[in-house]
T-cell receptor, first 111, second 116 residues
Framework: KQEVTQIPAALSVPEGENLVLNCSFT??????LQWFRQDPGKGLTSLLL?????REQTSGRLNASLDKSSGRSTLYIAASQPGDSATYLC??????????FGKGNQVVVIP | DTAVSQTPKYLVTQMGNDKSIKCEQN?????MYWYKQDSKKFLKIMFS???????INETVPNRFSPKSPDKAHLNLHINSLELGDSAVYFC???????????????FGEGSRLTVL
């Protein structure tokens, strides 16, 4: 059974600092990995999707890497802004076509 | 234009009642899902439909019955509601051929169910 862990569970950083969020998964047989953002009381917004054959994806200030063999992904957010405050969730699609979510990294960017 | 829309957004009801949550997607996707997010914010899949066919049915009480009248709609009906059913229920969709799930997942805003 796929287990997804996100560390740290919560963090606060001053505005302008780079954010590094970690995700690890136990079964490396995945189709893809997605990073989502969730604001309080809202649904999930997809940030980046990395296919199993890819090593990284970039969108604006966001960069996500994938190391399938070690079961890890890292989401980098450059020059953080208060608007980046949210919960970031990592999810992997496994060989059984099921998406397994981590519990999220709750981020607060302090102005 | 809302890509994945759910109704109602909030639902407060008494134990023992039956309620439904509706979901529609206008993305032309083939696959739709129901997820449950509990009080600890942990997301777990409940059901998945691909082209109106039930694909994933996790260990969910049979009081929960999904129905997909067409591939753009996936509704969730819950019978005999219990206190533990209180959660946020998310609908999602993706474009993928089953067996090749490479599609990005799009979520609705969620339906917050409170059972009193």
């Amino acid at each position: 059974k796929q287990e997804v862990t996100q560390i740290p569970a919560a963090l606060s950083v001053p505005e302008g600092e780079n954010l590094v969020l970690n995700c690890s998964f136990t079964d490396s047989a995945i189709y893809n990995l997605q990073w989502f953002r969730q604001d309080p009381g809202k649904g999930l917004t997809s940030l980046l999707l990395i296919q199993s054959s890819q090593r990284e994806q970039t969108s604006g200030r966001l960069n996500a890497s994938l190391d399938k063999s070690s079961g890890r992904s890292t989401l980098y957010i450059a020059a953080s802004q208060p608007g980046d405050s949210a919960t970031y969730l990592c999810a992997v699609t496994g060989g059984n076509n099921r998406l397994a979510f981590g519990k999220g990294n709750q981020v607060v960017v302090i102005p | 234009d809302t890509a994945v829309s759910q109704t109602p957004k909030y639902l407060v009801t008494q134990m023992g009642n039956d309620k439904s949550i509706k979901c529609e997607q206008n993305l032309g996707h083939d696959t739709m899902y129901w997820y449950k997010q509990d009080s600890k914010k942990f997301l777990k899949i409940m059901f998945s439909y691909n082209n109106k066919e039930l694909i994933i049915n996790e260990t969910v009480p049979n009081r929960f019955s999904p129905k997909s009248p067409d591939k753009a709609h996936l509704n969730l009906h819950i019978n005999s509601l219990e206190l533990g059913d209180s959660a946020v229920y998310f609908c999602a969709s993706s474009q993928e051929s089953w067996g090749s799930p490479t599609g990005e997942l799009f979520f609705g805003e969620g339906s917050r169910l409170t059972v009193l």
